[in-house]
């Protein structure tokens, strides 16, 4: 059986005040996202931070580039886009943050399967 390996991002300012349990917990009990690797074996290789939206983005681009290629040197098979990486807008719709949208649009050009969500 084929090791499949994981990474999540989640968002900057949600970092603030989610010390990410729910995504932890979702993938160790393979809860809803996770649940289509079945019995293959997962492991978690990073559960990282977008650098930010507007300036703060702006400001480190040399911290995201290397966030970004550490999870192509570490040749993870998926990242997985937390929940708090999309917002719901004035309807009610929830659109994926453009920064986040950009790293993941990156990581699938490398061959990374994108999957929205972590539970």
Known sequence: MHLKKIAIIRCLKTSASCAGAGCLRAFYDKDKAFAQYGEEELRLMAMWTCNGCGDSMLENQEGIRKKIERMKALEIDALHLSHCTSKKDEQ?????????????????????????GTH
Not at 95 to 102: D, R
């Open 92 to 116: 009610g719709e929830k659109h994926l943050c453009p920064t986040i949208k950009a790293i993941a649009d990156e990581l699938a050009a490398s061959g990374i399967k994108i999957v929205q």
